[in-house]
């Protein structure tokens, strides 16, 4: 049914355009990069028993046992959706063999003695606490080549098995993950969405894309996970998605993640092979990638860390790159989704199609099978880092890399009608979704050419945000009648967590050179600060007490909303704009578990913590 929105301000009431009911949408929070003990690496680092049962209950809020240590655990705040991302690589392979499955036999004799070779080595390894050497073992080695593909310069394959034809392990475990999938899919109250992991590393250069679909068990038991052992070109794989697709009408996402590990590769102004981007190339990636991880476990991708006039650029930066020989880590405009988002606007000014144009989430690519986020209850990337005594150890090949620096990050967020697989789904696709560190933070932005006066200040803000203007992921078009683009946005605290700070808008756009500018505005914040003659904001401050870790809200605010006119735009200029909502400090995990060890005097990483949240963009195309 339709409905006239009344606007209330100064002496006039203002009747909006027909709003539809169905354009309403909730926030729902969720993990669409989980790992259990069916990925090869997770089972190395002891997770062998977390399987995708227990993920999803963890993620619907149940006390479930962590894989090593035998505790019981719980999320503070179950979570709206749920992906089990398994490495598609020997997916199962690893617990199917320490099995007595009949299922075996079908590995014949030959791959059966591998096994138990294989099988003699890795519990040697596993048992003597070095697990990691079998990891390494089939990490990617450094370029013997000088090209500028990295498939073709690899010296050695990604991950040599070396167990025969697994193709019935893999089958059986497949069935399983599904199976787990169908069995805690409740529409409307929580949703579970099928999903693996393609994992595609040459010469340690990241390029993993998680691939989910909003459809059940009848399809997703049509095929088996494609994995980089298949091919390591993204190309290949949608290649592979567009077909399986045609072939049993599957639908297809594949998320990008961890591209601050890419090497410059992720978004890189080339093809993996060196070849130019055209626009068949750049439209093939955005039906299938219309949303990249910002923000895990293994760091943040937001921005480079040495961000002009950014003073939160450098933030959770990881420092390590995936592969079995350290290299010094070098950050590259092709590894963050800012400098990304301006190469995308000067591509599409080339040919016409952005390749880059793409809406944010965080997930956490957990292996423990926990997707834990909290700073005060982070389970780790692995379970052998998972426990404050723990935490020291070599993790992923570099003896530099441990559980001090994980982050504990973080969810996706969509504005989706309802939680069932099909709304999720279509929030993906159209990118109103926000990727947040962890907390619970409800953001909305919408982009308009003119809102209605003090439409900041009305308590239902999306239905003024969708009757007059576009929502976070969408495309503000040109209009006739001049005038600068408006951003309504409003910010609100985590209901059981610490206070705002400040919303900032980051703006990225090519000048009339056609070269690739960003600016940061502040643009709403708490408490009585004023802007220096720079925009810059001074400090909220910090109430964290480092001998408890404890914080309080008695600085910043629950609730920040503003309308904001660019005072910047020209009209000629391709441009996107994204919010970033920044919490008051809190304390990271490292000082929780520095306190619980009596060890404050390690050096173990931060101390406190900004959390924060980021929109999609909104773009505008002259």
Request: net charge negative; hydrophobic share 35%; with cysteine.
């Amino acid at each position: 049914m339709k409905k006239c929105l009344s606007v209330v301000f100064s002496t006039s009431i203002f009747c909006s355009l027909p709003i539809l009911a169905e354009t309403e949408t909730k926030v729902l929070f969720g993990d669409t990069h989980l790992h259990s003990a069916y990925s090869f690496d997770a089972f190395l680092n002891d997770n062998d028993s977390a399987f995708p049962d227990d993920a999803y209950r963890w993620a619907r809020g149940l006390p479930v046992i962590h894989p090593t240590n035998r505790v019981r655990v719980q999320i503070e705040t179950p979570l709206d959706f749920l992906v089990v991302s398994d490495h598609a690589e020997v997916l199962g392979v690893m617990t199917e063999l320490h099995s007595d499955r009949s299922l075996l036999a079908d590995m014949g004799f030959w791959g059966n003695f591998k096994r138990w070779v294989s099988l003699e080595i890795a519990d040697y390894l596993i048992d003597s606490g070095r697990a990691e050497l079998l990891f390494t073992y089939g990490l990617p080695k450094p370029p013997v080549g000088s090209g500028h593909d990295p498939v073709a310069d690899e010296n050695g394959a990604v991950l040599d098995a070396g167990f025969g034809d697994t193709t019935a392990i893999r089958g059986h475990v497949w069935e399983d993950i599904v199976g787990a999938a169908e069995r805690h899919n409740r529409p409307g109250t929580f949703t579970s969405l099928i999903g693996w992991e393609w994992t595609s590393t040459p010469t340690g250069a990241n390029l993993h894309r998680v691939i989910l679909t909003p459809d059940g068990a009848e399809k997703a038991s049509q095929f088996l996970p494609y994995g980089s052992d298949e091919s390591q070109y993204p190309q290949d794989l949608w290649r592979w998605l567009e077909k399986t697709g045609e072939r049993t009408g599957t639908r297809f996402l594949s998320i990008p993640h961890n591209s601050n590990l890419s090497k410059g590769y992720m978004f890189d102004d080339l093809t993996l092979e060196g070849n130019p981007i055209t626009a068949e190339y750049a439209s093939t990636r955005m039906a299938f990638e219309p949303v990249v991880e910002v923000t895990q476990i293994k760091g943040d991708s937001e921005s480079l860390p040495n961000s002009p006039a950014d003073d939160f650029a450098d933030f959770e930066t990881y420092q390590y790159y995936l592969q079995a020989y350290g290299t010094d880590y070098q950050p590259q405009a092709g590894d963050y989704v800012r400098s990304a988002l301006k190469r995308g606007l000067s591509i599409a000014e080339d040919i016409g199609v952005n390749p880059y144009k793409f809406g944010m989430i965080g997930s956490t690519d957990s292996h423990t099978g926990l997707a834990s986020a909290e700073e005060g209850n982070f389970w780790g990337k692995y379970p052998n880092d998972s426990t404050p005594e723990t935490k020291d150890q070599a993790i992923i090949g570099d003896s530099d890399n441990s559980g001090w620096s994980m982050s504990a990050s973080g969810l996706a967020a969509v504005w989706a009608k309802e939680n069932t697989r099909e709304e999720i789904y279509a929030a993906f696709k159209r990118k109103e979704v926000y990727a947040t560190t962890g907390p619970r933070l409800r953001l909305q932005m919408f982009a308009s050419w003119a809102f209605p006066e003090n439409s900041e200040d009305n308590n239902n803000l999306a239905e003024i945000g969708y009757a007059y203007g576009v929502p976070m992921g969408g495309d503000l078009l040109r209009q006739n009648e001049g005038g600068a683009p408006q951003f309504l946005l409003r910010a609100v605290k985590d209901p059981v967590g610490a206070n705002l700070d400040r919303v900032q808008i980051i703006k990225g756009w090519l000048d009339q050179a056609g070269r690739q500018q960003e600016k940061v505005y502040n643009v709403v914040w708490s408490d009585d600060r004023t802007l220096d003659k720079d925009g810059r904001l001074p400090s909220v401050g910090s109430t964290v007490d480092l001998n408890t870790g404890r914080h309080i809200n008695s600085i910043g605010t629950a609730e920040l909303s503003v309308l904001w006119e660019d005072p910047d735009f020209n009209p000629g200029q391709r441009a996107f704009y994204y919010t970033r909502v920044m919490q008051i400090p809190t304390a990271r995990h490292s000082l929780y578990d520095a306190i619980a060890l009596q060890a404050m005097d390690l050096d173990n990483g931060p101390n406190t913590i900004q959390e924060r949240a980021y929109s999609s963009p909104i773009w505008y195309t002259p």
